[in-house]
């Protein structure tokens, strides 16, 4: 792997860490049932994609 490939993935990872965590939060502070559900969704999705990220590390 070359280092701009590696400088990729750990962009990449950073990036769906941060997209996690701020769909965590705001599912935590939503009133509206199906609105945290749907955050919580976009969170699961971004910490897979953080997962299959790392896996490629």
């Known amino acids: 792997m070359t280092t701009k490939e590696t400088l990729y993935l750990d962009d990449a990872l950073g990036h769906a860490q941060f997209l996690t965590q701020q769909c965590r939060e705001a599912a935590g502070m939503l009133q509206d049932a199906e ?3 749907q955050a919580q ?5 971004h910490s897979q994609m953080y997962a299959r990220f790392y896996d490629l590390v």
């Open 35 to 37: 609105l945290r559900r």
């Open 41 to 45: 969704k976009l969170s699961e999705q």
